[in-house]
């Protein structure tokens, strides 16, 4: 009987000798997510933290091998218009990477937990068949969010909104930590705490990471990224 460990063993294996042959084909990155993976809050596109990984990969591969990056995040979506919308793109693409970082739009909506595992599930079970490297990013305490600490108490149930943004993460990023990996995707402990409690590394918006910001961000999936190609 294949145990969990033995198989997310087997997975970076494959993702390893993935990343090592046909090194005469480009390495096709996609991103999935949403306003954070869209570049917003950055003062450039260039400047997004899947920009900034990308750039990373291209150094690490440079001159032997090309890289190419196809961003499908939509600013707004929760994690069913990502399966709705983003994910039916994958497949075609061929991907050797793909990042996944949702949950922050599901947490202001009120996205029923149910829903979020479902569409979890159905993510990651479509990319696990492209053979792709997966990582996923995990969901941030919303309470942090400056923008959130303002809103008036009727604007989200029970009439507290620091409260039920603190509730709705820990529930929506357990089923992330809970699920993830039994797909072999590789988990990235997204940083957003330090990032919403220094303001040097928060966008003037009160809510998106600064360029500042966005370079800590990449920090965090680069880490993770790079003990693959090793």
Do not use: C
């Not at 917003?40 to 990373?56: K, N």
């Not at 929506?172 to 990996?181: E, N, Q, T, Y």
């Amino acid at each position: 009987m294949t145990t969990l460990a033995a198989l997310q063993a087997q997975l970076r294996q494959a993702a390893r000798e993935r990343f090592r042959r046909d090194i005469t084909q480009p390495l096709v990155y996609v991103a999935l997510g949403a306003s954070d993976a869209a570049g917003v809050g950055a003062s450039d596109a260039a400047r997004s933290y899947v920009e900034l990984l990308a750039a990373r990969l291209r150094a690490h591969y440079r001159p032997d091998r090309a890289v190419t990056v196809r961003n499908l995040a939509v600013s707004g979506y929760t994690i069913a218009e990502i399966d709705r919308d983003e994910l039916p793109q994958v497949p075609a693409l061929a991907p050797d990477i793909v990042t996944l970082w949702t949950g922050g739009n599901d947490v202001i909506q009120s996205v029923d937990t149910s829903v979020f595992h479902d569409a979890l599930v159905h993510i990651l079970r479509v990319l696990q068949q492209t053979g792709a490297a997966i990582f996923v990013g995990t969901v941030p305490d919303l309470s942090l969010v400056p923008l959130i600490r303002s809103f008036p108490a009727w604007v989200m149930p029970l009439g507290d909104p620091v409260a039920y943004a603190r509730r709705r993460s820990r529930d929506l990023g357990d089923i992330v930590l809970r699920v993830a990996p039994t797909y072999g995707a590789t988990l990235v402990n997204v940083p957003m705490s330090q990032v919403l409690a220094d303001p040097t590394l928060v966008a003037a918006d009160g809510f998106h990471p600064s360029d500042a910001g966005h370079t800590r961000l990449a920090d965090a999936w680069w880490a993770e990224v790079r003990k693959r190609l090793e």
